[in-house]
Nanobody
Framework: QVQLVESGGGLVQAGGSLRLSCAASGRTFSVMGWFRQAPGKEREFVAAVKWSGGGLYYSDSVYSDSVKNRFTISRDNAKNTGYLQMNSMLPEDTAVYYC????????????????WGQGTQVTVSS
């Protein structure tokens, strides 16, 4: 079984940046995704990256249109940690952010991911 622990959330002003981390342990997996859920809304896909190869690895990633060119997903296999760098943040980015893991194939729906972290709150003030 995979265990995931997020960190790095907090309060930031609009236009600012935050970096979320997701530390993984346990069994191996193939894809790490980030999702977010705002109050009263469904959990939505943010980004996902293939978990393969060595070192810091940015390719084979997918982003939602709402965060493309502002957020960057990456992973460091040596540290077994995934990251979500969030720049040019907007108030609508406010949500609880979750990392998730799954087997082969990048999917953008939450139901396709079998393992979830506990979530970390991100609040962007205007």
């Amino acid at each position: 079984q995979v265990q995931l622990v997020e960190s790095g959330g907090g309060l930031v002003q609009a236009g600012g940046s935050l970096r979320l981390s997701c530390a993984a342990s346990g069994r191996t997996f193939s894809v790490m995704g980030w999702f977010r859920q705002a109050p009263g809304k469904e959990r939505e896909f943010v980004a996902a990256v293939k978990w393969s190869g060595g070192g810091l690895y940015y390719s084979d990633s997918v982003y939602s249109d709402s965060v493309k060119n502002r957020f960057t997903i990456s992973r460091d296999n040596a540290k077994n940690t995934g990251y979500l760098q969030m720049n040019s943040m907007l108030p609508e980015d406010t949500a609880v952010y979750y990392c998730a893991a799954r087997g082969l194939g990048i999917f953008t729906t939450a139901s396709q991911y079998s393992t979830w972290g506990q979530g970390t709150q991100v609040t962007v003030s205007s």
